[in-house]
């Protein structure tokens, strides 16, 4: 009956067209009234927890429920007392057509699909949440976000690692009716396989070896709030048809249990990889690919909006500022630190930028310099030795009161970090191979990029 809300890519101002359903009470006490289809899941019973409450003797608790599919929306009945009819003929599962009259019960009501146009202008803002950024890129973003945010469309967010999409995704919960709830992140990435389906939908206790206990997983500690199912690109394939039933009817079970729990969440999704061309080589389910990607969003990486740097690092340099308990990391950065910054593209993006800000501030804040200095920007570890003069104006000086044991903690840890940066960006960002180029224990290198708040690919 209806497709999937189209979005056009990120730019000028454009329409954005989301097709929508109503449903029309014919008869009852409530005859005339009108409730519009919110979501991918509605449900239509007696009891309050439905979406569409009808207080009919006829009607039972749980009655049906309508599923948003990407080809249009499916009626299904759930083993009602009394059925539930389409066009008087009595169904268990069917598509519904405009114009259709649905009886639950005795209660009739009509189909009225209908076209939600909304016109999307670039936001006069230029932050949305804790994201930041001038351009008409990113402002289009903002500007989109700003009319999405209130409903509980599915949003798929897309772009390089480092562009902000835990960031924007934390902004949408937060201007969404349901801030108030939880906001509960799996990094599909991150995860083991074996344990990717225990840490979405939880496990009862001895579901499987090392499960002494029931556990919750993040649909349920979702429950009411937002689920964000970060680098969704990762997840097992054999693990994504799981996933879309569960999105699907808004109900799972845990690993090694029986009872089915209905859920009320709003999913956003993310990748760095492109989706797209995921299913096309058959890597990602086509059907799982249209139910996150209602509203699609692509992030556009920093060094396409080379305008926003100024501003972003400006943004960012003070949030460091207002955490740094010593009191003595610069707020300002000169034209020529900008200009440098500038220059630079980033192939780590904002969260680059952050990092490289971040050391900067440590430095000139132990060297006592109220501005950061040119010699200070190491872009994620230039392959290149530092100079004698350079070594004198990136590394704090001598401090008497300081031992000699302290003080070489001290120097050790400028090399540290600058070492495990620079064969970070030998390797690509893979830790794995930065260990085996540096004949370091994997698990000691992940801990020092954790020590210095690096971010590798894997």
């Known amino acids: ?91 268990k599962e069917a598509w519904l057509k405009p114009g259709a009259v649905i009886t639950v019960g005795k209660v009739e009501l009509k189909v009225r699909p209908f076209s939600e146009r909304i016109e999307i202008l670039p936001s006069s803002s230029s932050t949305f949440g804790e994201a930041v950024g001038k351009s008409v890129s990113m402002r289009a973003v903002f500007g989109l976000l700003e009319r999405l945010g209130p409903t509980d469309a599915t949003v798929l967010i897309g772009g390089e690692t480092g562009t902000g999409k835990d960031v924007l995704a934390r902004a949408i919960h937060a201007t969404s009716p349901r801030a108030k709830a939880p906001f509960i992140v799996v990094d599909c990435g991150a995860v083991v396989g074996s344990l990717i389906e225990s840490e979405l939908f939880g496990h009862e206790k001895g579901a499987f070896t090392g499960a002494t206990a029931s556990r919750q997983g993040a649909f349920e500690l979702a429950h009411g709030g937002t689920l964000f199912l970060d680098e969704i690109g990762e997840l097992p394939l054999d693990l994504q048809p799981k996933l879309l039933r569960v999105l699907e009817t808004r109900s799972f079970r845990r690993v090694g249990g029986n009872t089915s729990h209905a859920v009320n969440i709003r999913v956003i999704a993310a990748s760095k990889r492109n989706l797209k061309m995921e299913v096309e080589r058959g890597k990602f389910r086509e059907d799982l690919y249209f139910r996150l990607a209602v509203v699609p969003i692509e992030l556009p990486p920093l060094r396409e909006r080379r305008e926003d ?150």
């Not at 249009?72 to 007392?81: A, K, Q």
């Not at 900067?360 to 109220?370: F, Q």
């Open 1 to 91: 009956m209806t497709e999937p809300p189209r979005t056009a890519h990120v730019g000028d101002p454009r329409i954005l067209e989301l097709p929508r359903c109503a449903l029309v009470i014919l008869s009852g006490d409530d005859r005339g009234r009108e409730k519009i289809i919110e979501g991918d899941l509605f449900r239509i019973g007696k009891s309050r927890d439905n979406e569409l409450v009808l207080q009919d003797e006829t009607v039972s608790r749980a009655h049906c429920e309508i599923v948003r599919e990407r080809r249009g929306y499916l009626l299904r009945d759930l083993g009602s007392t009394n059925g539930t009819l389409l066009d008087g003929a009595e169904i």
């Open 309 to 458: 740097i100024p501003v972003l690092a400006q943004t960012l340099l003070e949030r460091i500022a207002a955490t740094d308990s010593s009191g003595v990391t610069p707020k300002q950065l000169g034209p020529q630190i900008l200009d440098a910054l500038s220059s630079h593209d980033w192939p780590g993006n904002v969260r680059e930028l952050r990092n490289v800000l971040e050391r900067a501030a440590l430095l000139s804040g132990a060297a006592g310099l109220d501005e950061v200095q040119l010699g200070m920007l190491p872009f994620a570890g230039a392959a290149a030795a530092p100079t004698e003069a350079e070594a004198g104006t990136t590394l704090p000086p001598f401090d008497p009161a300081k031992s000699y044991r302290d003080t070489k903690a001290e120097f050790e840890g400028f090399f540290e970090q600058r070492y495990v940066a620079w064969l970070l960006e030998q390797a690509d960002g893979n830790i794995s191979a930065a260990a085996r180029a540096a004949d370091m224990d994997r698990k000691y290198l992940h801990k020092l990029v954790r020590k210095h708040g690096l971010h590798p690919k894997g």
